[in-house]
């Protein structure tokens, strides 16, 4: 018996000192009182500070608390806290009784608080309530992983579900599911085997029998196989029943067929039942050629995920992370790499349900290698992972590690040490788990280590341009026997768009085909040319980028697969400099999950839904010379597209997955300035897909950005939107503009900023030459909205303040001041009653 511990929980941020600050209150009632937060679980106490602008996000201590009601059904029963994530060192305490402890903030743990409850249940005050309390620290100490040189936030907090759980006297701790079929050809076997294992918990170490039932079912239910087992209590695992199955439904990527596995476990003290699902298939990575999946090539088609979304950090809800994975599927996608660390049970179940395979790894990721403890740390989330994942058909790959070679934590860096550990690792995950294969990305002196390697190939963004990828994969490919290629992409802005997006390809010509990132590449200023210093950020580069990437993956029948960096946008200390603060902008979705364009670029390549998307649906305002012909872009996977301009046909054109850009989706028209329309139609195994967007041309010409303009927009929902735009001396709107904005609030109300979103940071470039931000009013007016606004060296010019003129009234306020560096600032704002 399972149930989800959500709610009444209260939080303090910071160290108490001891657990017994967390209770003193309860019983000295005029002592000083930790001002507590009320929360609901899943949480992290970093969910907006490391969003922050202005503040590295709080690494340290933090409290959790509540008051269970305990009504455990069996006689002899056991309790336990079942925590499926809790970052980074977590303590557990009954009252003030420490009764358990955990190292690692990926994997699942298990407290059992069994005889620690009637200790407590015995304390008058708490009328047979039984008070827990949780630490959680994410401090950083060197002798741990993942190291604080990763390119993402280490949260801390119960960020992933706590469950209370209920077990008999003997119970189940874990099942594991193998799996063999035989005679696998045109994606169907002749025959298939099942191997149940089941290791028991049984803490005091009870001698009895038990009886088993062990019950294989099929997707829709039914019974397929059947057996009963007595015996005596077991140690360690041991093997409990084998099924053969003939023609077995094999699960595949289209077609994600999965099977149960139930068990149920009879002792003196009552029954329990435990269900894993598992599914048949084979898979292979043919020696220097592509991958096979049921005995038939697959091009695997990937990108990557972080535990990470706007407002709540890492303490995503299994309707935030379905949400997102459903996503993922929708953009076409077969694969994902979880990086860099173990991820939800959530997200490894709608992998199996969705047929999206799966690298899965364990944080060593950068920094070098520690000592005894370190290593252990990496042994015991290994072996942890391999466990708890065992079953799900849709992983195939064990991830030993990320960037190893990248040094930086130690005054030491040993590489063979490094590889020696490797090797370790890599003969571990196959004594655990002898059907699955070993991967790293991105250390070059261990490759011949692991059975499926990832160079790092960035081709144009951090090295190289992006004409120089399939020469770079080709090459990789020749130097190892499984080449497989994650990582790829570029940064980009949401709503940022250009006419002519910067390549770099005049300036890095003579770079001789080097397309790997190396350390400090991902910084703003200094090293060798690169787009991704150089570059313009835009979601127009990013776009093209993809689009040749995937046109080229297409003809490259040797390929295993290659998976994006990254499905969404997510926090990083790393990155201060970004156009939005500490946050890594590769993402095909934002933070919030909203799509970026790039999103359908994916879909028109690798989706089977019908789908056509004209390009530049976030791009109000577009510009040129008067009667300049400009291109038209449009994505899909229909085999013809027909356009229109303001109701008028610019005719039919043929998708040719080969003809760069769009796959041949392009048109050019003269623009000259005015408002446009813009309609494509598509028919798409028989169903009519369209898409339409309005646009404004601009044919003026501006100057340097000398004058911001604010406005505001009530929605139903009673926030406010507030934009600001970029002009010159003479009133030009300036849709190239890219300074920093920052906003300000004061008096009633708040930014809701901190989200890492474009319409959720106060410190954010220009897109397009806008900006803006979303304003909560809390039912009255804000005293003051501020905008200040960087020149590009990158002090402050000017500033603009908007008061309020009266609280119970319809206003426009407008006010002009004169700055350095800017003769003119004017803003205007209107605030509804």
Not at 193 to 205: E, H, S, T, W
Not at 252 to 260: F, G, I, K, R, W
Request: a negative charge; glycine letters at 8%.
């Amino acid at each position: 018996m399972k149930q989800r511990l959500t709610e009444h929980w209260e939080h303090y941020r910071g160290s108490l000192g001891g657990v017994w600050e967390v209770w003193r209150s309860d019983k000295l009632q005029n002592h000083y009182n930790v001002p507590w937060e009320s929360v609901t679980l899943p949480h992290t106490y970093n969910g907006y500070d490391v969003m922050d602008p202005d503040h590295t996000y709080y690494q340290g201590q933090g409290w959790y608390r509540n008051k269970l009601d305990i009504h455990n059904p069996y006689p002899k029963g056991r309790t336990l806290l079942h925590f499926e994530g809790a970052g980074q060192r977590t303590d557990v305490y009954i009252y003030t009784e420490k009764v358990g402890s955990h190292l690692g903030g990926y994997d699942e743990f298990t407290v059992d608080i069994s005889e620690a409850i009637e200790r407590a249940q015995g304390i008058d005050r708490y009328a047979g309530q039984v008070p827990v309390a949780i630490a959680c620290d994410n401090s950083r100490e060197l002798e741990t992983i993942p190291s604080d040189a990763s390119d993402f936030n280490l949260y801390g907090g119960v960020y992933r579900y706590l469950n209370l759980v209920y077990v008999p006297q003997i119970s189940l701790a874990q099942v594991h599911v193998e799996t063999h079929v035989d005679n696998v050809s045109a994606q169907k076997a002749r025959s298939g085997q099942v191997k149940v294992r089941a290791k028991l918990y049984n803490p005091v170490g009870i001698t009895e029998n038990i009886s088993l039932t062990i019950v294989l079912k099929g997707k829709d239910g039914s019974v397929v196989e059947q057996a009963e087992l007595s015996s005596p209590t077991w140690q360690d695992e041991q093997e409990i029943a084998v099924f053969e199955v003939p023609n077995p439904h094999l699960w595949s990527v289209s077609d994600p067929y999965l099977y149960e596995i139930s068990v149920t476990l009879r002792c003196e003290d009552g029954e329990m039942t435990s269900q894993e699902r598992f599914g048949f298939r084979t898979f292979e990575f043919v020696k220097q050629g592509p991958f096979k999946l049921n005995g038939e090539r697959l091009l695997l088609r990937g990108t990557h995920r972080h535990e990470d979304h706007a407002a709540v950090g890492a303490a995503m809800t299994e309707n935030m992370i379905r949400e997102e994975m459903q996503l993922i599927k929708e953009m076409g996608a077969n694969f994902i790499r979880l990086g860099h660390y173990q991820q939800s049970r959530i997200v490894l179940d709608l992998c199996d349900e969705l047929g999206i395979l799966v690298w899965e790894e364990i944080p060593w990721c950068r920094g070098g290698l520690g000592g005894p403890a370190y290593r252990q740390q990496c042994i015991d989330m290994l072996t942890a992972m391999i466990s708890q994942h065992y079953n799900h058909p849709s992983v195939i790959l064990w991830g030993l590690g990320n960037e190893n070679d990248w040094e930086c934590d130690f005054d030491y860096f040993d590489q063979q040490e490094i590889r020696t550990f490797m090797k370790r690792l890599h003969d571990l995950s196959h004594e655990l788990d002898p059907n699955r294969l070993t991967a790293i990305r991105r250390c070059e002196f261990c490759k011949d280590i692991i059975d499926i390697y990832s160079p790092s190939i960035w081709a144009g963004w951090y090295r190289g341009v992006y004409t120089d990828y399939e020469s770079s994969c080709q090459t990789a490919f020749e130097n190892v026997d499984s080449f497989f290629h994650m990582e790829w992409g570029a940064d980009n802005l949401p709503t940022r768009h250009v006419e002519k997006p910067y390549t770099g390809f005049s300036l890095m010509q003579n770079a001789d085909g080097v397309t790997d990132e190396r350390d400090g590449d991902y910084l703003l200023t200094g090293g060798e040319p690169r787009v991704s210093r150089d570059g313009d950020w835009s979601e127009t580069y990013f776009c093209e980028m993809i689009d040749w990437y995937l046109k080229s993956q297409e003809k490259m029948e040797w390929l295993t697969g290659a998976a994006q960096w990254s499905f969404k946008d997510f926090a990083t200390p790393v990155r201060p400099d970004s156009p939005i603060p500490y946050l890594n902008m590769k993402g095909i979705v934002e933070r919030d999950l909203t799509p970026k364009e790039a999103f359908y670029v994916f879909q028109s390549y690798w989706s089977d839904k019908p789908m056509v998307r004209i390009y530049g649906h976030t791009m109000p305002v577009r510009w040129g010379m008067e009667g300049e012909r400009k291109l038209i872009k449009v994505y899909s996977n229909a085999e013809q597209v027909e356009l229109f301009l303001n109701g008028q046909s610019l005719g039919a054109k043929q998708r040719d997955s080969q003809d760069f850009p769009c796959a041949g989706l392009r048109w050019e028209t003269v623009l000259t300035a005015g408002e446009y329309h813009l309609r494509a139609e598509a028919v798409c195994n028989g169903e009519i897909v369209s898409d339409e967007l309005r646009f404004t041309y601009q044919s003026e010409a501006w100057g340097e950005p000398n004058e911001i303009k604010l406005t505001t927009e009530t929605l139903t929902d009673g926030r406010v939107y507030v934009e600001v735009r970029a002009y010159d001396a003479n009133g030009v709107f300036c849709p190239n503009a890219s300074e920093f904005v920052r906003f300000g609030l004061a008096g009633d109300g708040k930014l809701l900023d901190n989200l890492g979103t474009i319409r959720g940071s106060r410190q954010v470039q220009l897109a397009g030459g806008r900006a803006g931000i979303y304003v909560d009013t809390c039912g009255g007016l804000p005293a003051g909205i501020t905008v200040t606004d960087f020149v590009s060296a990158g002090g402050p010019a000017s500033s603009i303040a908007v008061s309020k003129r009266a609280a119970q009234q319809r206003y426009i306020s407008v006010i002009s001041a004169a700055c350095e560096g800017m003769s003119t600032v004017t803003a205007i704002i209107e605030v509804m009653k």
